[in-house]
């Protein structure tokens, strides 16, 4: 069975850092994109960036390149989204998910991880 | 401003059908036939259920049907039932840099 499987809730405070994790198994893991998207509380799905992870291989929407780091672990089949410093404005749901190919549709989807800054 | 338009809400009583229109470019919509969709119920993951503009994963209703004219792609969901209440949103590939493209969401309301 096809899982991705990502880490719990954080609330950090404004100027930390952070780093969340998704973990896929059920498939081969370097054969798929791994992708993140943003979900504000109330609003749309928004695209932060994908990773391949046989060669990391990685895009970066426009509106968050600079703003997180997108990276992977292959030997544990796993992928990252992080950033150096947490504004109030990152609070946020996110998901990871996976896609064949650079142009297809992300067929799995991980739980998401609610991420919470405040002071 | 999403880069895909789509109406913020649609409404439609139980046995009625009801499409969501989703309006892209020359790049993207009216360029590829890689348009998805996806339904996303409140405090869940988004689910793929349209792929390749027209076609169903397995164990997604055939209630759920889509298509594509032009720069604008289309959700079709027919016999409406209580739980297709839900958002649903449309995206498209543009191209190796920004492969991913999202439309703004509709919600769906089952009266």
């Known amino acids: 069975e096809v899982q991705l499987v990502q880490s719990g809730a954080e609330v950090k405070k404004p100027g930390e850092s952070l780093k969340i994790s998704c973990k896929g198994s059920g498939y081969t893991f370097t054969d798929y994109w791994v992708g993140w998207v943003r979900q504000m509380p109330g609003k749309g799905l928004e695209w932060m960036g994908i990773?391949?992870?046989?060669?990391?291989?990685?895009r970066y929407s426009p509106s968050f390149e600079g703003q997180v780091t997108i990276s992977v672990d292959k030997s544990i089949n796993t992928a990252y989204l992080q950033w150096s410093s947490l504004k109030a404005s990152d609070s946020a749901m996110y998901y990871c998910a996976r896609r064949k190919q650079l142009w297809t549709d992300f067929d799995y989807w991980g739980q998401g991880t609610v991420v919470t800054v405040s002071s | 401003q999403s880069a895909l338009t789509q109406p913020a809400s649609v409404s439609g009583s139980p046995g009625q059908s009801t499409t969501i229109s989703c309006n892209g470019t020359s790049s993207d919509i009216g360029f590829y036939n890689f348009v998805s969709w996806y339904q996303q119920h409140p405090g869940k993951a988004p689910k793929l259920i349209i792929f390749?503009?027209?076609n169903r994963p397995s164990g997604v209703s055939n209630r759920f049907s889509g298509s594509k004219s032009g720069n604008m792609a289309s959700l079709t969901i027919s016999g409406l039932q209580a739980e297709d209440e839900a958002d649903y949103y449309c995206s498209s590939y543009k191209n190796t840099a920004i492969p991913v493209i999202f439309g703004g969401g509709t919600k769906l309301t089952v009266l």
């Open positions: 390749d503009v027209k």
């Open positions: 990773i391949y992870p046989r060669d990391s291989d990685t």
